[in-house]
């Protein structure tokens, strides 16, 4: 059972227009939650997280937004920029408990010129 | 600038051999982690250790073992390999209340 969803597989985004990419969770002990973004044959690399404390966090383009009543996070990037098209992964963990992450599947964004 | 090091970029690997994946980190991280990544399936945990010995089971182990003899260093063992364990493996390192730090990825096929 997915602890922790992103239920849309893909996303298409205009360049310079806003990217909204959601993830939603299941487990209530999860209080940090961060964002990465892989590109295809690397890693993936951390791009911004959010401690359950806070309801936003920002770093330049990137916006987090925590919801914690719905277990809801969303991942804004304004303005997208055609480098911004990789795969993005949600991922919680419980920073006082094993503070192992889990990670949804994962969206592909695609940011056209 | 922290890194993670995974051994091989690309493998290419038989059907029953034994295959061995290193990663290195060298942050001093107490955490270490495998996953594998399939399309549409996301990261998958395969095993994890807290330390230097120890080592705990994922979501997936069946088919893998791992070996964490020195802090620094975390292998992952397909004891024989099959064509279903064809997959990107990832490498990862952790310490508390900081993010985890992947290696590049080995991108694994076995025929």
Known sequence: ?113 | DVKVTQSSRYLVKRTGEKVFLECVQDMDHENMFWYRQDPGLGLRLIYFSYDVKMKEKGDIPEGYSVSREKKERFSLILESASTNQTSMYLCASISRNTEAFFGQGTRLTVV
Request: charged share 20%.
């Open chain 1, 1 to 113: 059972d997915q602890q922790v969803k992103q239920n849309s597989p893909s996303l298409s985004v205009q360049e310079g227009r806003i990217s909204i990419l959601n993830c939603d969770y299941t487990n209530s002990m999860f209080d940090y939650f961060l964002w990465y973004k892989k590109y295809p044959a690397e890693g993936p690399t951390f791009l911004i997280s959010i401690s359950s404390i806070k309801d936003k966090n920002e770093d330049g383009r990137f916006t987090v937004f925590l919801n914690k009543s719905a277990k809801h996070l969303s991942l804004h990037i304004v303005p997208s920029q055609p480098g911004d098209s990789a795969v993005y992964f949600c991922a919680a963990s419980e920073v006082e408990g094993s503070y192992i992450p889990t990670f949804g599947r994962g969206t592909s964004l695609i940011v056209h010129p």
